[in-house]
């Protein structure tokens, strides 16, 4: 994609009438595209069709030829079809790439303009019906780190290639099946059959909760069926779990979820719970900032 405007189309912005139309490409992470126009009517532009759409409220567009990060707040309403509320808040959209260009919508063969290229939307939040992000420039990425740093804690995530652990063994070493026995709300839940021998501690804490499919016979809602989330918190004496997010649907008694034990990524756990402190991807002895900056005192 280019910048670079077609004389036809920068003549037409030059006149005092115009018909314009902006149009925005979402690319979701896992491939799933969606488009829309800020037009009354549809608008069918290199074969895909922008949806018509009049609850989307973009702020200033600020871009700037330095290295700060270029960005833009959009405000819409949940009034499409193709964007459903649950998918937010699974976060689907998180850091999807997004294209925002205009068009004569007069005559599209005049080409388009573009605002945005390559874009990525932030975390969403959604409020009264709508839903709130932040749109930022790809020098977001010149602020991330890239490379390994040093750190206290594991930098690796307990189950990848740099840890070694393995998650899915046929013995369940590192996880188990289980159903919701009381429903407190979208984010808590107990399950009776999950309560531990005392002194096991919260295995769970930071693990992952993917909630099953029914299959044939089986007589739970999956309502939730292939979300997952983050545990945040898991008391082993009664069986009680918190997620760290609400699901998108309420979950129901007899819902049927795997679940993985959390690694707090300390050396002590690694070693003691996983048995695994070969691949540990830490440095717990390097003296920390109050060590560093400590002044000397004489003695």
Request: aromatic share 10%; with cysteine.
């Amino acid at each position: 994609m280019s910048k670079t405007i077609g004389n036809d189309l920068k003549n037409h912005l030059a006149e005092d009438l115009t018909t314009v139309a902006t149009c925005w490409r979402i690319a979701r992470v896992d491939g799933v595209e969606f488009f829309f126009t800020d037009h009354d009517v549809d608008l069918t532009i290199d074969d895909d069709v922008y949806e018509a759409s009049s609850g989307m409220m973009p702020s200033a567009l600020s871009q700037n030829k330095t290295l700060a990060v270029d960005n833009m707040e959009v405000v819409a309403f949940l009034e499409s079809l193709k964007i459903d509320e649950a998918d937010l808040v699974a976060g689907l959209f998180d850091y999807a790439q997004v294209d925002i260009f205009v068009v004569n919508y007069a005559d599209l063969t005049m080409g388009v303009l573009y605002l945005v290229m390559t874009w990525k939307l932030g975390a969403v939040e959604i409020r009264d019906n709508t839903f709130r992000g932040e749109i930022r420039g790809i020098t977001q990425q010149l602020s991330q780190n890239i490379v390994d740093i040093y750190s206290p804690d594991c930098r690796a995530d307990l189950g990848d290639s740099s840890c070694g652990v393995d998650l899915v063994d046929s013995a369940e070493t590192f996880w188990t099946t289980g159903a919701v026995t009381v429903a407190t709300d979208r984010r808590n839940f107990t399950d009776a059959g999950q309560i531990q021998a005392s002194g096991v501690g919260d295995i769970y804490q930071f693990g992952k909760l993917v909630w099953m499919e029914p299959s044939s016979g089986d007589s739970f809602t999956g309502n939730n069926a292939l979300f997952e989330m983050e545990i945040k918190k898991f008391d082993p004496d009664t069986g009680e779990f918190e997620l760290f997010e609400s699901m998108p649907y309420a979950i129901e008694v007899g819902d049927e979820y795997t679940i993985t034990q959390g690694c707090d990524k300390s050396k002590a756990t690694c070693r003691d719970r996983f048995n695994n402190v070969v691949n540990f991807r830490g440095e717990p002895f390097i003296p920390g900032f109050d060590r560093i900056l400590d002044v000397a005192t004489s003695r």
